[in-house]
């Protein structure tokens, strides 16, 4: 399983770098606002640091601009990923930056209907919200075993499913289950997955044990 951090904050993602776990960034125009930084900027930096997939959202509404946006992201490195909403125009744009080889992400799925439209139109990726559907009484995780079963029956489908809007470790672990291909994970998430009160115990116990010897490795 791939993992993205989900940030556009560049200092976070230098320090992810150092662990290997890095597979790729998503950013979406929230997480851009929050950096605080030009959009094209900022993924320019990211693109250099990572070498895999770097998703940066289009925020035009309408086909065509969405395709001139996508177009002016993607000029920014070959690992630019243009993200896309699903919505009728979302949906065009894909189809037309994909038929000129451009990697897409479709963002904001909540159906497996419409993850079948995105890999129906070419989408590199499909981001289903799994956080999103859980804050609104609904399962997210139902929704990835969903989209994983639709895709698993037609092997000419090679839209990977990137899980999104991760909340806690369960999220990726269940979503890790399914076969899902990639999840994007927030930052806080990431280091939660290291934690657990036995290693820090255990740690403890041997560092205090070592003390004792008087001895050093170095
Ligand atoms: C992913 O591409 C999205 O930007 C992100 O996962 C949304 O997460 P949120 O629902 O926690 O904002």
């Known amino acids: 399983m791939k993992f993205f951090v989900d940030t556009a904050d560049v200092d976070e993602i230098k320090a992810l770098l150092e662990t290997g776990l890095l597979d790729g960034v998503t950013t979406n125009p929230?997480?851009?606002?929050k950096s605080g930084r030009n959009i094209l900027e900022v993924l320019e930096e990211i693109c250099d640091l990572v070498p895999g997939p770097v998703s940066g959202e289009v925020t035009a509404t309408d086909a065509p601009t969405m395709i001139k946006e996508g177009e002016k992201l993607a000029k920014i490195a070959p690992n630019l990923t243009v993200k896309l909403p699903l919505t009728f125009d979302g949906i065009k744009a894909c189809y037309a930056l994909?038929?000129?080889g451009i990697k897409?992400?479709?963002t904001l799925c909540f159906s497996s209907a419409q993850a079948l439209l995105a890999a129906k139109a070419g989408a590199t990726f499909i981001s289903p919200f799994v956080g999103r559907l859980d804050d609104i009484g609904s399962n997210g995780m139902d929704l990835i075993a969903d989209i994983c079963q639709v895709?698993?029956?037609y092997p000419d489908i090679h839209t990977e499913v990137l899980v999104a809007s991760i909340?806690?470790?369960i999220h990726l672990m269940e979503a890790a289950k399914m076969g899902a291909d990639v999840a994007t994970i927030p930052p806080k998430v990431i280091h939660q997955l290291f934690k657990h009160p036995l290693t820090d115990a255990g740690l403890e116990a041997f560092l205090k044990d070592?003390?004792?010897?008087g001895q050093n490795i170095l």
């Open 210 to 213: 070592w003390e004792g010897t």
């Open 98 to 100: 994909s038929q000129q």
């Open 151 to 153: 895709y698993s029956m």
């Open 167 to 169: 909340r806690n470790p």
């Open 104 to 106: 897409t992400n479709v």
């Open 30 to 33: 929230s997480l851009i606002a």
